[in-house]
């Protein structure tokens, strides 16, 4: 670990080729199969069938799968340095199940409105953000409060949730799952997270700042509301935006930074992009064992992030103590 925290952005490079390597695996594995020299042919030079047929139907899954693990694990990133909480993520704290039951509900009765889901559906998300700092607040926001009330706020979200669904029998499970895509949920997805990708990599400063004490960040003249603000409102927007095209996906953003943390440190100039890749990565490799384990049946991406993210996260919790 010592070697790659010293090597960061050789790190971020062999996460980019680990990605692509994972890209086209997920594209060739199943019923139809290609060679890479087929691939690009059939892209860039003459028709192919088979290329067509993966071209349509797996690309924009596995692309979706890519952004939306990459927008959540930063979503888990921003609540964790926002709040100062290593437990902080958008599931927990209940930000998604705010979210999801927007999503529902614009599924049921708004359905002619897909291309302005994710922005009503972040609208349920910022709601249930400022529920959640509303009922914390008490001469001053507190962490660990907010976490105790996000918990609570997500337990109540999800019981609605499950009364909707229990009320409308053409409601697909909450649980998150990637299954049929088309190229206009990846062109949507990229239109709503791509710039507030851009936005993150000129904050990054920020986000180290916030890792200070407060009194520390006020005796230098720094707003620090200000900072927590914006990078709230950010991650609200990626969990939000994720929970409308893919549901909710349980540990992502909860897991994922750690990991990256472990493997390149608390610079966020390198936080950032290793976050988005190692997200994209583990959500990617999920949802391809889900659809292949049991084929023709599927598993859903997060039920099996859930059954390997508990242990995972334990291991790295233990591996971070015996370092420290």
């Not at 959540?72 to 921003?78: D, E, H, K, R």
């Not at 529920?131 to 105790?148: A, D, E, V």
């Not at 049929?180 to 000129?202: H, K, T």
């Not at 440190?265 to 659809?291: E, F």
Request: aromatic share 8%; net charge positive; with cysteine.
């Amino acid at each position: 670990m010592k070697i790659i925290k010293k090597n960061p952005l050789l790190f971020i490079l062999g996460l980019m080729i680990i990605l692509g390597i994972c890209f086209f695996l997920a594209i060739n594995i199943g019923s139809i199969k290609v060679s890479f020299i087929q691939l690009m042919k059939g892209l860039f030079i003459e028709y192919n069938k088979d290329v067509a047929s993966i071209y349509q139907i797996r690309f924009p899954r596995v692309i979706v799968t890519m952004l939306v693990g990459c927008a959540l694990a930063l979503s888990g990133l921003l609540f964790q340095v926002v709040l100062k909480n290593p437990l902080a993520d958008p599931g927990l704290i209940g930000i998604s199940a705010g979210a999801n039951i927007v999503s529902l509900l614009v599924g049921i009765f708004l359905p002619d409105l897909y291309v302005f889901k994710p922005m009503i559906t972040c609208l349920g998300g910022l709601v249930t953000f400022i529920i959640i700092y509303s009922l914390s607040w008490k001469s001053g926001l507190n962490t660990t409060r907010i976490i105790l009330v996000g918990v609570a706020i997500h337990y109540t979200m999800n019981a609605i949730v499950s009364l909707i669904e229990s009320m409308s029998a053409s409601i697909s499970s909450s649980v998150g799952t990637i299954t049929l895509y088309s190229w206009n949920d990846v062109f949507l997805l990229m239109i709503y997270i791509v710039p507030i990708l851009i936005i993150l990599l000129f904050l990054t400063q920020a986000c180290d700042l916030l890792g200070l004490e407060d009194r520390t960040l006020l005796s230098l003249g720094i707003n620090v509301n200000t900072y927590r603000f914006i990078l709230s409102l950010l991650a609200v927007l990626l969990c939000s935006i994720s929970v409308a095209i893919a549901g909710i996906l349980s540990f992502v953003g909860l897991l994922v930074p750690h990991l990256a943390r472990l493997c390149v440190g608390n610079q966020h100039k390198y936080l950032i992009p290793t976050t988005a890749l190692c997200g994209a990565i583990i959500l990617l490799v999920a949802d391809t064992i889900g659809r292949t384990l049991m084929a023709p049946y599927e598993i859903s991406a997060g039920i099996i992030m859930s059954m390997i993210g508990g242990p995972i996260f334990i291991l790295l919790l233990k591996r971070s103590l015996y370092e420290s």
